[in-house]
């Protein structure tokens, strides 16, 4: 058994829906709907975002943050960084089509070339579990960049719904192989807390707190929406023959499985699933 399970081969159904734009949409419909809701929610937190300011854009993907501010502030100027190319193609090429003042460049968070002190603003949404020195190396060069008197904004996830599901799924049809768990564990927000003020961030200007946010999906998208998400996500547990060969009933249980979760609701033809993060606003 586990022989055929030890192939690392992409299913062509998850290379249909992850390969070079088909990603950026994958991932704008399903996980990318709730980090759109953190980013509106955390932007609320802190006072309107001045006219003239420098702001870092970090683990952009395709400018959900970017788009946000520029809704209500256009007179500013925004660097977008993320190391996804495809990602920053979609946000630069509508930058271009909508003269917005956004620049890309494909960096790591851990080491920018931007100078010292040089961000008004610095809005990490849903990027600093992906860091290395489990968050801190990405804080530091935050804190490095970050003008004194600046703000960061950086979230992580507390909960997700569909992430026991994906786990339960590939159990069922991968058997044992693991499915590997984060290197740090993030849902107490003490990791998020640990890192910004090692990374330099003094206590007093810190305030952590959390959001829930509820993802809507209509009933009748819900097995696309599954689809999506498995292919997304499922990878991270590595892919196997048995996901090529038993694609559509993976798809179908992970639906059947999300939908029986605590954290769902279905109701007036919505599935509707919960998500919470953890927010720091903090000032430099
Ligand atoms: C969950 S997505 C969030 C994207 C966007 N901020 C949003 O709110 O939709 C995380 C992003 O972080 C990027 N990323 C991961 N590790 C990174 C690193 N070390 N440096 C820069 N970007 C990174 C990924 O490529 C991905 O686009």
Request: glycine share 8%; with cysteine.
């Amino acid at each position: 058994m586990s022989h055929a399970l030890s192939q690392k081969v992409l299913p062509k159904q998850a290379g249909a829906l992850m390969s070079g734009t088909a990603k950026v949409t994958t991932y704008e419909s399903t996980g990318g709907k709730t980090t759109q809701k953190f980013a509106q929610h955390n932007l609320s937190l802190i006072p309107a975002i001045k006219p003239g300011s420098i702001i870092h854009d970090n683990c952009a993907g395709s400018g959900t943050v970017s788009r946000l501010i520029l809704s209500h502030q256009p007179d500013v100027k925004i660097h977008a960084t993320d190391i996804d190319q495809p990602f920053l193609d979609a946000l630069s090429s509508d930058a271009v089509t909508n003269s917005w003042p956004v620049e890309t460049t494909n960096q790591r968070s851990e080491k920018t070339t931007f100078e010292n002190d040089f961000f008004d603003y610095d809005i990490t949404n849903i990027g600093v579990i992906f860091w290395t020195g489990a968050g801190l190396d990405g804080v530091k060069e935050v804190y490095r960049t970050l003008k004194p008197g600046g703000t960061a904004l950086i979230n992580c996830w507390q909960s997700i719904t569909w992430m026991l599901p994906i786990m339960l799924v590939h159990k069922q049809f991968r058997g044992d192989v693991a499915f590997p768990a984060p290197p740090v564990n993030w849902t107490d927000g003490q990791q998020l807390k640990k890192v910004i003020l090692e990374g330099g961030f003094k206590e007093e200007k810190l305030r952590l707190e959390s959001q829930e946010v509820v993802s809507v999906i209509p009933e009748g998208e819900f097995r696309d929406w599954a689809e999506k998400t498995w292919a997304y996500l499922a990878g991270i547990g590595g892919w196997h023959q048995v996901d090529a060969e038993r694609w559509d009933e993976e798809v179908d249980r992970l639906a059947e499985v999300l939908k029986q979760q605590p954290g769902t609701t279905i109701e007036g033809g919505n599935v509707s699933m919960k998500a919470s993060q953890w927010i720091a606003v903090v000032e430099k």
